[in-house]
């Protein structure tokens, strides 16, 4: 049975998230009154998508995957850096981080097609991608307390993409920095520490943005 094979190999714990926040996101965020926030629809889309394909390619094609997720990864990536920019908050600072946007993504597909390339999975630009997300969050969420009129931060979408994005990018900039240690702990006591960081990472990056859109949902009826 090659297709219920290729089933369970495919939804894990990351990417059943994946697929709960997207069927969240098509619910929650197809309203026009949503806005720019709409194109989370699209985004989700390609996550699984790639997740799918890249799956398929390795377990049932035997074949490499990877550049499939490094162009995940760039795209999505580049649109977080976008979708916080749009924050009220960091209005001023919106031109700086489209300067970013473009070194980023020149630098990342340099690094895609000349240096760590299509076959190995990109580090340095998944630490470079970290590194900008959790800079931007930080600097929303200075944004935030320093602001001089009320907001309920609890009720605000931005504060909770922020948050996900924020503990999600620190965790993974940790968690890609010591495979080999999680290796040989895992040799020692057969306990995969990297899959389990990563699930709880995912879970409650995906938590957060479903959060987030529901608050998106709320504050533009």
Same mark, same amino acid.
């Given at each position: 049975m090659?297709?219920?094979?290729f089933?369970?190999l495919?939804?894990n $714990?990351v990417?059943? =998230?994946e697929?709960?926040?997207?069927?969240a996101?098509?619910l929650l965020l197809?309203k026009? %009154?949503i806005? #720019?926030?709409?194109?989370?629809i699209?985004? !989700?889309?390609?996550?699984?998508l *790639?997740?799918? *394909?890249?799956?398929?390619?390795?377990?049932?094609?035997?074949?490499?995957?990877?550049?499939?997720?490094?162009?995940?990864?760039?795209?999505?990536?580049?649109?977080?850096?976008?979708?916080?920019? $749009?924050?009220n908050?960091l209005?001023?600072?919106?031109?700086?981080i489209? /300067?970013v946007? &473009?070194?980023? +993504?020149?630098?990342a #597909?340099? @690094?895609?097609?000349?240096f760590?390339?299509l076959?190995?999975?990109?580090?340095y630009?998944?630490?470079a991608?970290?590194?900008?997300? &959790?800079?931007?969050?930080c600097?929303?969420?200075?944004?935030?307390?320093?602001? #001089? =009129?009320? %907001?309920?931060? !609890?009720?605000?979408?931005?504060?909770?993409?922020?948050?996900?994005i924020? +503990?999600?990018?620190?965790?993974s900039? /940790?968690l890609?920095?010591?495979?080999? *240690?999680?290796?040989?702990y895992?040799?020692?006591?057969?306990?995969?520490? +990297?899959?389990?960081?990563?699930?709880?990472l @995912?879970?409650?990056l995906y938590?957060?943005?479903?959060?987030a859109?529901?608050? %998106?949902?709320r @504050?533009? %009826?």
């Open positions: 090659p297709f219920i094979k089933l369970t495919l939804f $714990t990417v059943a =998230a697929c709960i926040t997207f069927i996101a098509i197809h026009k %009154r806005g #720019v926030w709409r194109l989370f699209a985004l !989700f889309a390609l996550i699984v *790639a997740e799918t *394909a890249g799956c398929f390619m390795y377990d049932i094609l035997g074949k490499h995957n990877h550049w499939v997720y490094n162009i995940n990864m760039i795209l999505t990536d580049i649109f977080i850096f976008w979708i916080l920019s $749009t924050a908050s209005q001023k600072e919106r031109k700086a489209y /300067i946007i &473009i070194l980023f +993504f020149s630098t #597909v340099i @690094n895609l097609f000349f760590e390339g076959y190995h999975y990109n580090q630009t998944e630490t991608g970290d590194i900008i997300q &959790i800079i931007i969050s600097f929303l969420f200075y944004r935030l307390i320093t602001e #001089v =009129a009320y %907001r309920n931060l !609890f009720s605000y979408e931005y504060f909770w993409l922020a948050n996900g924020l +503990f999600s990018s620190l965790g900039t /940790i890609y920095h010591f495979p080999e *240690a999680m290796s040989s895992q040799k020692l006591t057969h306990i995969n520490v +990297f899959a389990i960081l990563n699930n709880i @995912n879970v409650l938590s957060s943005l479903i959060i859109f529901i608050c %998106r949902y @504050n533009t %009826r």
